[in-house]
């Protein structure tokens, strides 16, 4: 078990902070490779939000690799096999097969295996080459492009796609939206939105969506930190082919071997194909909007304003051992004022205040915001 799957609370704010309306340590990323810019015909910001909003896509297979800098202490590493630090680290890459609504696919390799989340109709597998095992759901009717759960989601790097929608979500008027320079990803000419805060509070400076010039898709995604010119967080295609996948590439033949779980198929209520989202957890609240919004939650088990520590369940045979969450903060500096007293976790963008009397704010902010929000 692991700290998000046993405080549901985190496995919110992580997601909601780290990946900035998306998104340690070690020397910066860099951007992908650059080719010279080419020469397309003026578009503005206006008729690119209509494109990618227009886009129609039949088909797709590639390439795609994750990199994060995000500057995380090196005590969040300690914690054992977790999305976190999985994630929010290093490089990944990831294979995928698009052909409608109903039929994608996602292979994350590694150096120790393959992981597959795969949707064929009604029927969605995912599978672990390392543990060899599959689980299968199928889905009803009313499924739509399905979305995968958090816990499922957060095992996979996501797509240009996937975050550039997570994105446009947060265009409202605290959000600067311009063109930037064109660019060549995966062989593929394309513009460059730009999307930048307007409030200072921010700790994003920017965030980049280079967008096929042809086929209006999203092709590489980076968020950038305020005070630097290299990315903190970027996801973006490496090859591309939009041809149609084979539909061979949608069916799962489960390998000798495998142990298979069957699944309900029922969701969290909501709308169709659509997680349930932090809004929807009475645990937390919502601090301004925009992208200075602090979430603030309560640790669960908190009574009468300290936080309890309930001892861990056994964890499964064969899975890392659960890690005293008391150890983790006790390696974070600790901070105080007028709001109280606690533990702060900062990185490129994001900060995480965890108070004494049991509350987590987190936000893509400076910790100044945090402790305003303490104060309320």
């Known amino acids: 078990m692991s700290v998000l799957r046993s405080r549901p609370v985190l496995r919110w704010l992580v997601p909601a902070t780290a990946a900035v309306a998306v998104i340690g340590g070690g020397a910066a990323i860099g951007t992908f490779a650059a080719e010279a810019e080419p020469s397309l015909p003026p578009r503005t910001a206006a008729q690119l939000l209509v494109d990618l909003q227009t886009s129609r896509l039949e088909g797709l297979s590639g390439t795609v690799v994750q990199r994060a800098d995000l500057g995380l202490p090196p005590l969040v590493g300690l914690l054992p096999g977790n999305e976190l630090t999985t994630m929010l680290t290093g490089t990944h890459t990831l294979r995928v097969w698009y052909s409608g609504p109903d039929r994608q696919r996602a292979a994350l390799l590694d150096t120790l295996g393959e992981q597959d989340v795969i949707r064929n109709g009604q029927d969605l597998w995912t599978w672990q080459s390392r543990t060899n ?13 399905w979305k995968p759960a958090p816990e499922a989601a957060a095992s996979l790097p996501a ?11 947060a265009i409202d008027p605290s959000t600067e939206v311009s063109v930037g320079r064109s660019a060549t990803v995966a062989g593929q000419d394309a513009y460059e939105l730009v999307l930048q805060p307007r409030d200072q509070g921010s700790l994003v400076h920017q965030l980049r969506i280079a967008i096929d010039a042809k086929q209006h898709v999203p092709l590489r995604f980076e968020v950038l930190a305020k005070g630097s010119d290299q990315p903190a967080f970027e996801v973006a295609f490496t090859e591309v082919d939009y041809r149609r996948p084979d539909p061979d590439q949608f069916t799962f033949n ?20 659509h997680d349930v989202g932090p809004e929807a957890d009475p645990q937390v609240r919502a601090v301004g909007e925009g992208w200075t919004t602090v979430l603030v939650a309560r640790l669960d088990g908190a009574v009468g304003g300290k936080p309890a520590t309930p001892k861990p369940a056994a964890p499964p045979a064969g899975a890392a051992p659960e890690m005293d969450l008391s150890k983790l903060l006790g390696g974070l500096p600790a901070v105080s004022g ?20 049991g509350r987590v704010l987190a936000g893509a902010v400076t910790p100044e915001r945090l402790y305003q929000a303490a104060r309320g």
Do not use: I, Y
Not at 340 to 357: E, I, P, Q, W, Y
């Open 159 to 169: 797509t240009p796609q996937q975050a550039a929608d997570l994105a446009l979500g």
């Open 254 to 273: 489960p390998p000798p071997g495998v142990t298979v779980t069957e699944e309900k198929s029922e969701r969290p209520a909501g709308k169709p194909g």
């Open 338 to 357: 007028d709001w109280g007293s606690g533990r702060l976790l900062t990185a490129k963008l994001f900060s995480v205040l965890l108070t004494d009397d």
């Open 133 to 145: 095992t599959a689980t299968h759901r199928r889905l009803g009717g009313d499924a739509g492009a």
